[in-house]
């Protein structure tokens, strides 16, 4: 037997574990990386959203970890990192009935800046991605360890001790959990609720195909500058949506795969258990000829991944020494693709408190509250906007006209509450901006509060309709109210940003092209 010691050791090497362990590594910590499985391995969590990028740019500049800001522009990624990336210039959302051979409603939301050459936002290929993030770490310095299973944890007053399925010790000062749904500390400690206090209850089944065609062939797009098949689809239906994420829709890429994953509400789509996920897919594709067409000629080129309900929680994310990263704490949805945004945000805060314990050597869970509050509102605002939309899933105008519109609201607050640190460094060029410890981390986004507040509301309406006490139209005329009330929030969030950089525009502007952030923001 052996002990390796290190200051810190991290669970997980996929892109969250990597990205903590070259922040830490370049603020002087020695790192060790350990993880069950080898790269390259599939992963999810693939679409990106600008609120997603922000954070990545603002740990690349305030931590030095320049490798995020290739992750965070789709250029760059498939030009430094690989060209098996899509790109994506918007979100798609289109409504089907069953037996039905076209579809019966549609949204288009272009991404900002993306339309006009900026910078867009990105499919991510994350078998590429986390094995470009891991080489870098170990060429940072970080000692990776993989094709390694804990088998023990004992928590000592002055360290924590792990135990591999080989016999050897590891032993540190602090351990960060990035492991995701397998996570090591929650089900080494116990820390999982048995049975989770969200509210969503969907499964999944999923796969990577090929020859899987463009939805434009058969379904033309709102504009004529753009394709669905630029962006991620979302297909909904009632009761589940399924999304349509390529990774071959630019010119530079040598991908031809496509993510594909069905998403069913527990409810409404029992779990089917007699079937196979391949044959499962191929029932649902008869029931819904205006989806199936788009895959009459595709093929899965890995086995279906099918779960069981895929929400989990855990009852504490922090301890004594310790901290479970976002997705290794809880889960909801792949919806809205809130998964990276969870674990980039989380990150930004982690990275500062970590560092903080290291220099006043207290690693107490006291001090690592913030972060387990900020992540219990990430999960909280995440589970009413997917059990929201699962619920108005039944009808295609309430869910179009009035929840989307509600998330979109959401997602602009959340810009909003990294956006004006970004001005402010961008001006003056001062990193201290881009710290959160001093923001109150565990407020998910602008006026947190208020606006869960509005959400909350929305969702006792969508409950009103599912059992049968509000009609489809009171709900819609309650549902555009409480969204107008978002959109004051956001036109007010904006217009404290102009008036903040209004005499500093010019200089600001500057600061935020260097960072690949000049078309997102006009004045």
């Given at each position: 037997?052996?002990?390796?010691?290190?200051?810190?050791?991290?669970?997980?090497?996929g892109i969250a574990g990597t990205t903590l362990a070259l922040a830490l590594?370049?603020?002087?910590?020695?790192?060790?990386?350990?993880?069950?499985?080898?790269?390259?391995?599939?992963?999810?969590?693939?679409?990106?959203?600008?609120?997603?990028?922000?954070?990545?740019?603002?740990?690349?500049?305030?931590?030095?970890?320049?490798?995020?800001?290739?992750?965070?522009?789709?250029?760059?990624?498939?030009?430094?990192?690989?060209?098996?990336?899509?790109?994506?210039?918007?979100?798609?959302?289109?409504?089907?009935?069953?037996?039905?051979?076209?579809?019966?409603?549609?949204?288009?939301?272009?991404?900002?800046?993306?339309?006009?050459?900026?910078?867009?936002?990105?499919?991510?290929?994350?078998?590429?991605?986390?094995?470009?993030?891991?080489?870098?770490?170990?060429?940072?310095?970080?000692?990776?360890?993989?094709?390694?299973?804990?088998?023990?944890?004992?928590?000592?007053?002055?360290?924590i001790a792990l135990t591999t399925a080989q016999g050897h010790t590891y032993?540190?000062?602090?351990?960060?959990?990035?492991?995701?749904?397998?996570?090591?500390?929650?089900?080494?400690?116990?820390?999982?609720?048995?049975?989770?206090?969200?509210?969503?209850?969907?499964?999944?089944?999923?796969?990577?195909?090929?020859?899987?065609?463009?939805?434009?062939?058969?379904?033309?797009?709102?504009?004529?500058?753009?394709?669905?098949?630029?962006?991620?689809?979302?297909?909904?239906?009632?009761?589940?949506?399924?999304?349509?994420?390529?990774?071959?829709?630019?010119?530079?890429?040598?991908?031809?795969?496509?993510?594909?994953?069905?998403?069913?509400?527990?409810?409404?789509?029992?779990?089917?258990?007699?079937?196979?996920?391949?044959?499962?897919?191929?029932?649902?594709?008869?029931?819904?000829?205006?989806?199936?067409?788009?895959?009459?000629?595709?093929?899965?080129?890995?086995?279906?991944?099918?779960?069981?309900?895929?929400?989990?929680?855990?009852?504490?994310?922090v301890g004594d020494r310790y901290w479970i990263s976002p997705q290794a704490?809880?889960?909801?949805?792949?919806?809205?693709?809130?998964?990276?945004?969870?674990?980039?945000?989380?990150?930004?805060?982690?990275?500062?408190?970590?560092?903080?314990?290291?220099?006043?050597?207290?690693?107490?869970?006291?001090?690592?509250?913030?972060?387990?509050?900020?992540?219990?509102?990430?999960?909280?605002?995440?589970?009413?906007?997917?059990?929201?939309?699962?619920?108005?899933?039944?009808?295609?105008?309430?869910?179009?006209?009035?929840?989307?519109?509600?998330?979109?609201?959401?997602?602009?607050?959340?810009?909003?509450?990294?956006?004006?640190?970004?001005?402010?460094?961008?001006?003056?060029?001062?990193?201290?901006?881009?710290?959160?410890?001093?923001?109150?981390?565990?407020?998910?986004?602008?006026?947190?509060?208020?606006?869960?507040?509005?959400?909350?509301?929305?969702?006792?309406?969508?409950?009103?309709?599912?059992?049968?006490?509000?009609?489809?139209?009171?709900?819609?005329?309650?549902?555009?109210?409480?969204?107008?009330?978002?959109?004051?929030?956001?036109?007010?969030?904006?217009?404290?940003?102009?008036?903040?950089?209004?005499?500093?525009?010019?200089?600001?502007?500057?600061?935020?092209?260097?960072?690949?952030?000049?078309?997102?923001?006009?004045?």
């Amino acid at each position: 037997m052996t002990t390796r010691i290190a200051d810190v050791i991290i669970l997980g090497a996929g892109i969250a574990g990597t990205t903590l362990a070259l922040a830490l590594r370049r603020q002087g910590l020695d790192v060790h990386l350990i993880d069950r499985h080898t790269h390259p391995r599939f992963a999810t969590g693939e679409s990106t959203l600008p609120t997603t990028s922000f954070w990545m740019k603002l740990i690349a500049e305030r931590w030095k970890v320049p490798e995020l800001h290739y992750i965070a522009t789709a250029s760059s990624l498939n030009e430094h990192v690989s060209p098996t990336s899509g790109m994506k210039k918007n979100v798609g959302f289109v409504y089907h009935r069953q037996r039905r051979t076209t579809p019966l409603h549609s949204v288009y939301i272009p991404i900002q800046g993306a339309a006009t050459g900026g910078y867009g936002e990105s499919h991510l290929f994350r078998q590429d991605v986390d094995a470009y993030l891991y080489h870098e770490a170990i060429a940072a310095g970080v000692r990776g360890s993989v094709d390694t299973e804990i088998r023990s944890i004992k928590i000592h007053r002055a360290w924590i001790a792990l135990t591999t399925a080989q016999g050897h010790t590891y032993r540190a000062r602090f351990v960060a959990d990035a492991s995701g749904y397998g996570s090591v500390l929650s089900k080494k400690l116990k820390l999982r609720k048995t049975r989770p206090s969200l509210r969503t209850r969907s499964r999944a089944l999923f796969t990577h195909m090929i020859d899987v065609k463009p939805f434009d062939a058969f379904y033309s797009s709102p504009t004529r500058d753009d394709r669905w098949h630029n962006g991620t689809l979302h297909h909904f239906f009632d009761g589940g949506w399924l999304w349509v994420i390529p990774f071959d829709n630019h010119p530079r890429s040598k991908n031809r795969l496509c993510s594909v994953g069905l998403n069913l509400d527990l409810d409404r789509h029992p779990d089917q258990k007699q079937r196979t996920g391949a044959d499962e897919w191929t029932v649902f594709l008869r029931r819904f000829p205006s989806i199936g067409q788009q895959f009459r000629d595709a093929k899965a080129v890995r086995g279906w991944t099918v779960t069981k309900r895929l929400q989990y929680e855990n009852k504490q994310t922090v301890g004594d020494r310790y901290w479970i990263s976002p997705q290794a704490g809880g889960n909801v949805d792949a919806l809205y693709s809130r998964g990276l945004l969870h674990t980039f945000q989380g990150m930004a805060a982690a990275i500062q408190l970590i560092l903080k314990a290291f220099r006043d050597n207290e690693f107490t869970r006291e001090r690592l509250l913030p972060l387990e509050d900020q992540q219990r509102n990430l999960l909280r605002s995440h589970d009413a906007l997917v059990y929201g939309s699962y619920i108005c899933s039944r009808d295609a105008r309430l869910l179009f006209d009035r929840w989307i519109p509600t998330w979109i609201g959401y997602d602009q607050l959340a810009i909003m509450h990294v956006f004006p640190h970004l001005a402010r460094y961008a001006d003056s060029g001062k990193v201290r901006h881009l710290d959160f410890d001093r923001a109150h981390p565990e407020r998910c986004f602008v006026r947190y509060e208020d606006s869960m507040d509005v959400l909350d509301r929305c969702v006792l309406i969508a409950e009103a309709v599912e059992r049968g006490r509000m009609s489809i139209g009171q709900a819609s005329q309650k549902l555009q109210e409480h969204g107008a009330t978002i959109r004051d929030y956001v036109i007010q969030a904006r217009e404290t940003l102009a008036q903040d950089n209004a005499t500093r525009w010019q200089s600001v502007r500057k600061g935020l092209k260097k960072m690949g952030l000049e078309n997102y923001w006009q004045r």
